[in-house]
């Protein structure tokens, strides 16, 4: 176990603030987007890409790097801000997010993105992708770890589970899934639309290890995913609560800021907040 | 007639493929035993991954292993694959431009006895609605012995789909198998009858009928569904003025739309279409008769360039 100095953690902190007002701009600039689930895995997308994964923003194409996967892909605004502030694109590439012509499509797209390991957009699929890479690197090659950012909305579809039922067959301690456990998606909470719970003991039940945190503490996020890399019998689940619009008072736990686009007011405010956001 | 059905070519052709390539990976959804990629299991053990019914996801493993510098064979009966897994297939094989071959067995009729939930009908249709995907259809168990090379060398996502059934040889040893190219079997100026998959030796037997009535028609057989080899077709549009299609598979979307298309375009002509008329068909004693029953027979397709070179202008 690591361990993470206060200045790594004020770092990791300010990475997530900015992928926050990169994707409330970006989101605003374009009058569309998914600002919701963007903000509920800032942190943790700033303590893979700045501190955890093996990757070189020079080498997109590293046949040792880790793969990180969205399988969230509706969360593609924070991935290409934390991929963009890590160097894998130039910044002012996010001015055109969703432009004829631009890389950076809706959701992401592995062929057109540097950085971006597969395209998503429809949910489910990570989970079962991971499996795959890790029987890959098993038949020789270069050696890495996978991860995949998962949603509730992901887990209430039956791929996923499939994939769950797969990890847990062929014991892929490679792969860590992170559940962004916000409870909230588009047509409401995820508890009232389709219940997931108890997730733990289903997750435990399909095989995998599991580790509770709090998705917005950076200092838990770092040690989970370190805590992870040292299960080598079976897959990991870090289950990630999370707040979805995480920083922004009049976004947190509404389904109405899933894919909702602010007013010139909401913008300004909301702007405000996160700038001041963690105090 | 061949020895072996043409999925036992395959399964055959597969393992001892295996033997060359490292890199080539099998996946199955509990029907290994079926679509004989059991003989690859044997073989290469550690390359083989049975994914039980979880055909979703065992796409998704293939588009991993993909993505991992592995060539993933990717199997089970055809309509479960291209239906199940459809959208699979599209975002994270035909979008992201994965490498994965999709092989489905029990093609078209061929799963008789287990009836029209079993029947690959429509999965044609279906793939070649897919951007970046190639559709193949093999004719006999040469063809599909050596498609096998082919695909695992071409750099993207395939569609294969086979046969359970025996199926009649169309092919000698001199066969050359390229993605794209569609084979002229027989010459003939009359009509043109161009076939893909089990159909191929029906149409070579329709021709023989047609000679003896004095009717000299070409046979074409068009593996390869996508990409089509328009020139080919279009060369016989021109030179024989009338085609027939034939196909194991609902004439909607299949291999006779892919020919109309391209004639459309480019030179029209009078085509009579051979295949299932937007039905399920039925269970039924063996696939030959199945195929009869079903509007597939000899005695359709004679029929149809019947009809076709009555249409000449």
Known sequence: ?279 | MSEIPQRQAYGIALADYGDLNEAVVVLDADVSSSTLTKFFADRHPARFFNMGVTEASMVNVGVGLALGGKIPFVNTFAALLTLRACEQIRTCVAYAHTNVKLVGGYAGLSDYKDGPTHFATNDIALMRAMPNMVVLAPADNREAARMVQVIAEYPGPVYMRISRAVVPDVFDDSLTVEIGKGITLRDGGDVTIVGCGSMVGRCLRAADRLAQEGIDARVLSMASIKPLDEELVVQAAQETGALVTAEDHTILGGLGSAVVEALAEHHPAPVEFVGLKDTFAETGPDTETLMDAWGLSIADLVAAAKRAIQRKA
């Open chain 1, 1 to 279: 176990m690591h361990d993470h100095s206060e200045s790594l953690i004020k770092e990791l902190q300010g990475v997530a603030r900015q992928i926050r007002l990169d994707v409330l701009d970006m989101v605003y600039r374009r009058q569309a987007g998914h600002p919701g689930g963007s903000f509920s895995c800032a942190e943790i997308l700033a303590a893979l890409y700045f501190h955890h994964l093996k990757i070189d923003p020079a080498r997109p194409d590293w046949p040792e790097r880790d793969r990180f996967l969205l399988s969230k892909g509706h969360a593609a605004a924070a991935l290409y801000s934390v991929l963009a502030q890590r160097g894998f694109f130039p910044l002012e590439d996010l001015e055109r997010w969703g432009h004829l012509g631009a890389h950076l499509q809706g959701h992401p797209d592995r062929v057109k993105t540097p950085g971006v390991e597969m395209s998503s957009g429809f949910l489910g699929h990570g989970l079962s992708i991971a499996v795959g890479l890790a029987l890959a690197q098993r038949l020789g090659g270069p050696r890495y770890h996978i991860y995949a950012l998962m949603s509730d909305g992901d887990m209430q579809s039956g791929v996923a589970w499939e994939g769950a039922m797969a990890a847990a067959k062929f014991r892929a301690s490679e792969v860590t899934v992170i559940m962004d456990y916000n409870d909230v998606q588009l047509d409401g909470a995820a508890h009232d639309i389709m219940p997931l719970e108890p997730l733990i003991d289903k997750w435990r039940a399909f095989g995998f290890a599991v580790i509770p945190i709090n998705g917005h503490n950076v200092r838990q996020i770092l040690e989970a995913l370190d805590e992870a890399l040292e299960i080598h019998s079976m897959p990991t689940v870090i289950l990630a609560r999370t707040t979805k619009g995480k920083g922004v008072s009049f976004m947190e736990n509404s389904a109405k800021w899933h894919g909702a686009v602010p007013s010139a007011a909401e913008y300004e405010q909301a702007k405000a907040e996160l700038k001041g956001y963690p105090a």
